[in-house]
């Protein structure tokens, strides 16, 4: 079996953990959370490694340098999933850095190599991501205690019951002299690769994101009864809201989502008083992102001045942009090369990654595999065994480059 099947096998093992019979779905500090720590751990000690769970939920692996306590070259993803997932999410990123890993084990290297699989890229659990990288990143905000989960169950808690301190938390954290940098493989979640007909690309720059929860308030009337002069509907305002923002942001060259929408009270012959709506946004840059929402807010705040209608928004989050650094990019694209590709193509990734949090505390580099009609977070998310055997032999080879690349740099 070669190492692709292999990692491929191993996918569809992580796919039997889940808190669903029907569907893929593994969120943050559950049962399945601690099933898919304990399985990847065991890959991981299968590789050489030493493997631990961090104080914030992470699994991590290690093996020493050339010397031991030497900063380490951190490979890795994430192993929690949106609900209805699909198999490669994340966790295939998380595999071929364990199958890199044991390829190179008895290569010596002049750092140590670590291994993540990030405990919460997606949020999906408490409505805040990457919670496990940004716990890595030292950037923990202790106003996140406070957040709960559809049952009501505040993270704090959620720590407590999966054996975790949340006072120790900050010992998840690491400091930029302990890293060398760090690389992720993960599917492109887009259509450019494919319609490239090319395996592999390596990623620019990662978006800069806000998300936004929006509520418009109206009145809620009888259907039947009141004239349209007279209603002050919610739900048409939100609609109208709903149109702007995707032609706002096609203009400004943003990506814009509206992905939920709630509305009350719901009856079929009452005019909605209030909708409740999530805005996603994106940009390349944080000044493209931040132009294009200042944009947004002013066309959303004159929908409800002529319908007379009351706009409350909350951030609920923001990223910045984290550009790949230099050196690793092009060890990422000496890495490709080597698999037949000698011109690899860059993409800025619209989705976000664990590894926009740790730009925060070391250079990050990234290499992206084709994806099946770039569909992700949906079961049909589909990867070729081709691209897989080509991602970690670019994934290995670009591991080994920038080991070139830091030992000469040494003094």
């Known amino acids: 079996m070669s190492t692709a099947d292999v990692v491929l096998a191993r996918c569809g093992e992580l796919d039997a953990i889940s808190a669903s ?11 399945e959370h ?3 720590n304990a399985l990847a751990g065991r890959w991981m000690k299968a590789a050489g490694l030493h493997v631990w769970q961090d104080a914030a939920g992470n699994i991590c692996g290690r093996r020493e340098g050339s010397s031991p306590g030497m900063p380490a070259l951190l490979l890795g993803s994430h192993l929690d999933t949106v609900p209805d997932a699909g198999s490669f999410d994340g966790m295939l990123g998380v595999l071929m850095a364990i199958a890199v890993a044991e ?3 008895h290569v010596t290297l002049p750092f140590a190599l670590e291994v993540i699989g990030f405990s919460d890229e997606e949020g999906a659990r408490f409505g805040k991501a990457l919670l496990g990288s940004q716990a890595v990143a030292g950037t923990w905000d202790e106003a996140w205690w406070d957040l709960r989960d559809r049952d009501d169950v505040t993270l704090h808690q959620a720590f407590l019951e999966f054996g975790l301190d949340p006072r120790r938390v900050g010992d998840a954290a690491r400091r930029p002299d302990e890293l060398v940098g760090y690389l992720e493989a993960h599917i492109e979640q887009g259509p450019y690769l494919e319609a490239a007909d090319a395996s592999l690309g390596h990623v620019t720059t990662i978006a800069g994101a806000r998300r936004f929860r ?6 809620a009337r009888h259907a039947g009864g009141t004239p349209y002069e007279r209603r002050r509907d919610a739900l048409l305002g939100a609609a109208e809201m709903i149109v702007a923002v995707e032609r706002l942001a096609r203009a400004a060259g943003t990506i814009a989502t509206v992905g939920r929408i709630e509305v009350q009270p719901g009856a079929v012959n009452v005019i909605a008083g209030r909708a409740d709506l999530s805005l996603d946004l994106r940009a390349a840059t944080d000044p493209e992102r931040d132009r294009s929402w200042d944009e947004i807010e002013q066309e959303l705040r004159a929908i409800c001045v002529r319908r007379d209608l009351r706009l409350d928004l909350v951030e609920t989050h923001r990223a910045p942009a984290a550009p790949c650094a230099a ?33 925060a505390i070391t250079g990050i580099g990234m290499l992206f ?15 070729r065994e081709v691209d ?3 991602g970690l032999d670019a994934f290995e080879q670009a591991v080994l480059e ?9 003094p």
Do not use: F, K, N
């Open 388 to 390: 897989v055997a080509r």
């Open 103 to 105: 390829r190179l084990q």
């Open 21 to 31: 019979p029907t569907w893929l779905e593994r969120t943050h500090l559950t049962p």
């Open 369 to 383: 595999l084709r994806c099946h009609d770039g569909i992700s977070h949906h079961p049909d998310e589909s990867v």
């Open 327 to 359: 050196w690793l990019s092009e060890a990422v694209v000496a890495g490709i090369r080597t698999t037949g590709d000698d011109h690899p193509m860059g993409l800025w990734s619209r989705a976000g990654h664990d590894a926009m949090a740790i730009a």
């Open 34 to 36: 601690r099933q898919a």
């Open 402 to 410: 920038v080991a070139r690349r830091y030992d000469e740099a040494r």
């Open 214 to 219: 929006l509520s418009v308030t109206g009145e």
